[in-house]
């Protein structure tokens, strides 16, 4: 089995050019080459400025990650947001990604805390 690290990506408040500068500086850094999967959370509150030309999020999105080698899931519901996914960290998981779904699982128990009544 082959072990990688996945990037959980969100954000709150900020316009598409400043999510693209955030995203270059992940790829001048290697980051972006060095994750097996990448999952785009909730991009909250991004629209672009009114009256000024810009990329959309989804164009940005395309830019960074249409030619990747790992899957890329979108829309998981964790972040900035009220309702939301709770994530462990350094636990295995497996991302799957096809056309239509993509599923991130948890493959090893994410506590190994034994509870016990006195």
Known sequence: MQIA??????????????VDAMFAQLRLAGVLDNVGGIVLGEFSDC??????????????????FNHVPYPVATGLKYGHI???????????????????????RMIESTTNADFTAS
């Not at 690290?5 to 400043?18: D, S, V």
């Not at 672009?48 to 960074?64: G, I, K, M």
């Not at 009220?82 to 993509?102: C, Q, Y």
Request: proline share 13%; glycine share 4%.
């Open 5 to 18: 690290r996945q990037a959980f990506l969100e954000e709150t408040g900020e316009p598409p050019y400043r």
């Open 47 to 64: 629209q672009p400025p009114a009256n000024q030309p810009s990329l959309t999020l989804d164009e940005v999105f395309t830019d960074y």
């Open 82 to 104: 009220p309702v939301k996914t709770s994530i462990p960290f350094g636990v295995l998981a497996r991302l799957v990604v096809t056309e239509s779904d993509a599923h991130l």
